[in-house]
């Protein structure tokens, strides 16, 4: 069995924000001239580990934010360093997640497990179908003064008086209580994302202790909680318990196609609603199956949104919503159900204890 799992979601985005770096994070595509909105691989990862271990009702990993307080010209300064978790794969997020600690425990020694899970960004589906456009917004609260009071200070912090505010404003027409604010984007489109799990490292983490993944500490702590010795094609290494296994693998199946970016941008929320998942072990497969097509047609290049369920050796799942966009007769109410469940009999056909 190849040990890969390939994934490729297709979403809709309407009017919304993935990140507020600058407005919206974007990049530029040379070929096509224009700016395209993204989200990074790590926070589409983030976001999905925020929903399995919501979907298993656990608490991810604590993580330790370390600081240094030093004097410089007589004021104390507060200065960033390293950002530590606890490499304890008993912890979803970490298993699933990955870790590094540098210089853990003080050896010199940095203990790195890299995450089974290889997560791309999300983007356009194909550079003319999903744009970044610009937006003013407007902050009014002058219609109740009684409400939303103004408050001015001078150099001193000395609180000036009502008229003493309103002879500053004289001749101009400048308000307290209204704001424009410019140049902020928002992104609307079709979008992808690709997911590859390694089955081989998903529940096994190695013991080799000269390009350590734990700590010795860390490791009788696993064997005691019924972590098993074996081998993979990585050498030594500790497998998770199959109770454990069998906790995870639906709540990753539930993750990887029902994840959701979060945002602090409420008033551009967006369901971000999945239009179609293809599942194969065959990379080439999943990208060929969800794909956009150029056409010269009309004065200027377009592209066609293209969900193709005629491969081999490629699943291919269509919720209803995806009709909307792009042509099928394979839609389904229970598509992303069954996408889901296509995953979990992957995941289980995977030999975890005789891998050699």
């Given amino acids: 069995m190849n040990p890969y799992i390939y994934i490729r979601g297709l979403r809709h985005s309407d009017f919304t924000v993935f990140g507020v770096a600058d407005g919206q994070k974007r990049y530029w595509d040379d070929q096509f001239q224009r700016y395209v909105a993204f989200s990074s691989g790590q926070q589409v990862k983030r976001s999905i580990l925020e ?16 600081f240094e307080a030093t004097e410089k010209n007589k004021k104390t300064v507060i200065s960033e360093k390293e950002v530590t978790t606890p490499g304890d794969p008993r912890f979803a997020d970490q298993l699933l997640g990955g870790w590094m600690i540098a210089n853990a425990g003080g050896k010199n020694r940095t203990i790195k497990r890299r995450s089974p899970l290889s997560i791309s960004a999300m983007r356009p589906l194909h550079p003319l179908l999903g744009g970044v456009h610009s937006e003013d917004l407007s902050f009014d609260r ?13 150099a001193d912090g000395n609180i000036l008086s009502e008229d003493d505010v309103a002879a500053m ?20 489109g079709l979008f992808i994302y690709d ?24 490791i009788e702590k696993l064997k005691n909680d019924g972590w098993k010795e074996t081998e993979n094609i990585f050498g030594h290494c500790l497998l998770a318990p199959k109770k454990r296994r069998d906790e995870i693998i639906p709540a990753l199946a539930h993750a990887l196609i029902n994840w959701r970016i979060t945002t602090n941008q409420s008033r551009t929320f967006s369901p971000m609603e999945t239009l179609a998942v293809t599942i194969s072990d065959n990379a080439n497969k999943v990208t060929g199956a969800i794909r956009a097509k150029l056409t010269d047609e009309g004065e200027k290049p377009t592209a066609k949104p293209i969900v193709d369920d005629s491969l081999n050796e490629a699943d291919v799942f269509v919720s209803l919503a995806g009709a909307g966009y792009f042509t099928t007769n394979v839609e389904s109410a229970d598509a992303l159900d069954k996408a889901e469940e296509k995953l979990v009999e992957l995941m289980n056909g995977f030999d975890y204890e005789h891998q050699l």
């Fill in 195 to 218: 997911v590859a799990i390694d089955l081989r490292t998903l529940f096994c983490v190695s013991t080799n202790q000269l390009e350590p993944e734990l700590s010795e500490e860390t």
């Fill in 142 to 154: 002058s219609d109740r003064p009684e409400v939303h009071k103004v408050v001015v200070k001078d």
């Fill in 169 to 188: 404003l004289s001749g101009s027409d400048r308000s307290l209580r209204r704001k424009w604010i410019q140049g902020n984007k928002r992104t609307s």
């Fill in 51 to 66: 929903n399995l271990t919501t979907f298993i009702e656990e608490k991810p990993a604590p993580v330790t934010f370390y």
